[in-house]
């Protein structure tokens, strides 16, 4: 995928976040999930607009995200969104609102400190 590919597929995942009801526990995770995508896809454009190599794994992502000195300051944020959304797939855990809203704030860092950088 291209640069402007993956922002619109961010831009997509974080807007399918916002549309659900977040009512429910079950909402509540799949709103999670998408917002942890949308980070995914934030970065994966930064790694695409700069590289001839294609980043295709979680792994190959956190390494070149980590590894670079213009976007690692967003990268713990980034892997405590990653943790939400894989708790909220794979756990047992009653995700509530504010769990909800520190997930936004997750990715409001990652959109800010990355986006300076696109």
Do not use: C
Not at 29 to 48: D, G, M, N, P
Request: charged share 25%.
């Amino acid at each position: 995928m291209t640069r402007n590919q993956h922002l619109a597929k961010a831009d997509q995942n974080e807007q399918f976040a916002r549309d659900l009801a977040a009512s429910t526990p079950i909402q509540i995770e799949w709103a999670v999930t998408a917002k942890f995508y949308a980070a995914l896809h934030i970065v994966q454009a930064y790694l695409a607009s700069g590289s001839s190599f294609t980043v295709r794994t979680h792994v190959d992502r956190k390494a070149a995200f980590k590894g670079d000195p213009l976007i690692r300051g967003a990268f713990t944020d980034y892997s405590q969104l990653e943790n939400l959304s894989r708790e909220a797939r794979y756990e047992y855990f009653n995700f509530t609102p504010e769990d909800l809203a520190y997930a936004d704030r997750l990715l409001q860092t990652v959109k800010s400190i990355v986006r300076l950088h696109l």
